[in-house]
């Protein structure tokens, strides 16, 4: 798969910039984090931050964009070949081996989504589209039901991937305080719709 977020050697100032906001407001909350923060972790200025990006809601913005494309990614990587169950099953673990490998990823969307403020809705506003478009394509390509509402599909895919990750940290916890034999593997979250 192809990293959205590329390596420093091959970044230009404003993608550093962009990262190093990602990562802090991922250990932070974007509340806590200031422009001159984010300026010091790129190894930049504070005026070529604001030079790129104006503002925080800006840096913001570009921020969910990048979040939005490692989505966008590990979703593509995936050809649409087998049956609707076996492409939704490797669309799933692509994703989930994307939040794996990329634990900021994880962290930004726990705030994101768990953290509510009228601006971060435009992040979530921007997944529920991706989903969207997704659900429509696979639907076009017979590798998804036409027989289930389109919203109840996007809200399944949404709670599949989101629901895994935002509810990991209170499943580990639990399985620690139940299991005699740590090493086994943990419940995963599954979800049922019904119709």
Do not use: C
């Not at 649409?80 to 169950?85: L, R």
């Not at 989930?96 to 634990?103: A, D, G, S, V, Y």
Request: charged share 25%.
């Amino acid at each position: 798969m192809l990293n959205p977020r590329a390596t420093n050697e091959d970044l230009t100032a404003k993608a550093r910039i962009r990262n190093a906001a990602m990562d802090l407001f991922a250990q932070y909350g974007e509340s806590r984090v200031s422009l001159r923060a984010v300026a010091a972790e790129a190894g930049v200025t504070l005026g070529l931050v604001q030079h790129h990006f104006k503002t925080k809601a800006g840096l913001r913005e570009a921020v969910d964009q990048l979040v939005s494309e490692y989505f966008y990614q590990a979703v593509h990587s995936v050809p649409n070949t087998g049956t609707p169950a076996e492409v939704a099953g490797a669309r799933d673990e692509a994703v989930r081996e994307m939040l794996r490998e990329n634990p900021a990823v994880v962290n930004y969307i726990r705030r994101a989504v768990l953290e509510p403020e009228p601006a971060r809705l435009k992040f979530l506003e921007r997944q529920v589209e991706l989903v969207r478009s997704e659900v429509v394509a696979l639907r076009e390509a017979g590798l998804a039901s036409t027989s289930r509402r389109e919203s109840t599909q996007v809200v399944a895919v949404l709670v599949r991937q989101f629901g895994e990750l935002l509810l990991a940290p209170m499943i580990d916890s639990v399985w620690q305080m139940v299991t005699d034999e740590p090493d086994t593997a943990k419940p995963r979250l599954t979800v049922t719709v019904e119709e």
